[in-house]
């Protein structure tokens, strides 16, 4: 595994450091970053691998991600799936805690962050005005979801400054302890052409995007984890639309809705034959 700070974008008012455990593999980040609020500054993050990256889409069968962590104000990390709201409000963080998967339709392009297309991230925790690329804040829950193990998931979509495609699944919930397997939110991108079936999946990471706190933060992070099983991926098909999912709840939805009058109008519900 590699672990690494990522402070790529750092405001010159705040900081961040990171330690590392080797046995069992855990790690820790601690920052505050006091300017350009709506604006993400760091991600630490571990690098997981699994044999068989790169792959392409159509060739996973199952995708296990699992992960523990926690978050609260100050310098000391607090207990494994702890997390004080009240700290964290009390400061005014926004940050996320994510997986990030990168893809490319080349197998190289797709094991670097920086030259992958597509780049799908997988929120288990928002705190404060952390938003995905694509959010609308008129938009209410759509039917633009997808439940894996016991988290629910909604799909956004945008372009970040390097002009990389991103789609991020942001659970309803906190999960500080996720354990599942997440084949099907990559599946409903691929299977309904958001992104291309021979898209290699390449590099796999998991950590925290700090956006902004007036005062120190620690996440910390241990027991991550990713399993590939490579094979033909399982056969999904489209469940009826609920009468209450007959149009998209916003009047703004994220532009991709719009390239398909069956997407707009219709929720994908996808079972696992």
């Not at 990168?102 to 992958?116: H, P």
């Not at 992104?195 to 950590?207: I, K, P, Q």
């Amino acid at each position: 595994m590699t672990f690494n700070a990522d402070a790529w974008n750092p405001d010159v008012k705040g900081f961040q450091c990171i330690s590392v455990q080797d046995s069992p593999p855990a790690f820790a980040a601690t920052w505050s970053w006091s300017s350009n609020p709506e604006m993400v500054h760091s991600y630490p993050h571990v690098k997981l691998n699994a044999p068989g990256l790169p792959t392409p889409l159509s060739n996973i069968s199952a995708l296990v991600l699992s992960a523990q962590w926690s978050m609260g104000p100050g310098s000391t990390p607090r207990p494994a799936l702890v997390v004080d709201h009240d700290g964290l409000a009390n400061h005014g963080t926004s940050a996320n805690v994510a997986f990030d998967v990168f893809l490319d339709r080349n197998a190289a392009n797709a094991r670097s962050e920086t030259t992958a297309e597509t780049e799908v991230m997988i929120w288990v925790g928002r705190f404060g005005y952390a938003e995905p690329l694509g959010f609308d804040a008129n938009m209410e829950k759509t039917c633009f979801t997808q439940t894996v193990g016991d988290a629910e998931f909604v799909l956004y979509q945008g372009h970040n400054e390097r002009g990389t495609n991103v789609l991020s699944w942001v659970a309803t919930a906190n999960h500080t302890n996720f354990a599942a397997e997440v084949s099907p939110l990559l599946q409903y991108l691929w299977r309904k052409g958001l992104v291309s079936a021979g898209s290699y999946v390449g590099l796999v990471e998991f950590g925290s995007e700090a956006y902004h706190s007036e005062g120190i933060v620690t996440f910390s992070a241990s027991e991550f984890d990713m399993h590939l099983v490579t094979g033909a991926a399982p056969n999904l098909a489209v469940g009826d639309l609920p009468a209450e999912c007959s149009r998209a709840a916003s009047t703004n939805p994220p532009q991709w809705l719009l390239s398909s009058a069956s997407v707009v109008s219709a929720t994908l519900l996808y079972l696992i034959s």
